[in-house]
């Protein structure tokens, strides 16, 4: 009888064990995607309001308003993350922990990189450089911190590489469109910038429930011990 107990008390804190780390990696995911709604609420707010004050004082054309106006995003950015780093739970993915602070030179090298070609090929496409470089800097992200998170099994999704993904392949149709028409253009970019943001966040919000629906492959969470008399 004694035996029996034991057993039971060993199951019972495989089973808790179990559905902590699952709970953790839960967690971690729809951070993420919190995080995909909070930015790309922040982004669309603010190239709106830059738009707005390009029609007033008609500098839509003028490469040098779109590069200020990306400068001036810098402290935006900076608030947002203090912000969200606020809200987001200590507890987390140890990869981004240890990596996470990457992201930010990620980030400052991939718009610097994508307005310094937009400025020698067609300085009016500065108004919709941001686009690409958001491209390119979530898949560095993906590929520097997010692969090796999800590998581990940190988190239950990947919504870096589904949004960098989703904008690299329709950057070509926004260089198009702003080529030629520079304010449909970047209307077209802000549009497919909070679509690719929203299915990132739904990928994570997915991945996140699989993970409890999961089981962490026990059914139900239960954790099976041997047969009886064994």
């Known amino acids: 009888m004694a035996g029996a107990e034991e057993w039971r008390g060993v199951l019972e804190a495989a089973r808790l064990s179990d559905l902590a780390a699952r709970l953790k990696k839960y967690f971690a995911t729809v951070v993420a995607a919190y995080s995909f709604f909070f930015y790309g609420t922040v982004v669309a707010s603010y190239w709106l309001a830059a738009a707005a004050i390009s029609f007033l004082i008609e500098a839509g054309e003028n490469p040098y ?10 402290p935006v950015l900076l608030l947002a993350g203090l912000l969200s780093g606020a809200a987001a739970p200590k507890a987390g993915s140890k990869t981004w922990r240890q990596r996470g602070r990457l992201a930010g030179p990620i980030f400052a090298l991939a718009f610097a990189l994508a307005y310094i070609i937009a400025g020698a090929l067609s300085p009016p496409l500065c108004s919709v450089a941001w686009y690409p470089a958001l491209a390119l800097a979530h898949l560095l992200v993906h590929l520097l911190i997010e692969r090796e998170a999800y590998r581990r099994g ?9 949004s960098g993904v989703s904008a690299l392949v329709t950057t070509p149709l926004i260089v198009y469109v702003a080529m030629q028409h520079l304010q449909a253009g970047w209307m077209l970019a802000l549009s497919l910038v909070l679509a690719s943001y929203s299915a990132a966040a739904f990928a994570a919000l ?10 962490g492959g026990r059914e139900d969470g239960e954790v099976r011990g041997p047969p009886e008399g064994g």
């Open 65 to 74: 308003y779109w590069i200020l106006a990306l400068l001036a995003m810098i």
């Open 206 to 215: 997915r991945g996140a429930a699989h993970t409890l629906e999961a089981g």
């Open 154 to 162: 940190e988190v239950a999704a990947r919504p870096f590489l589904v």
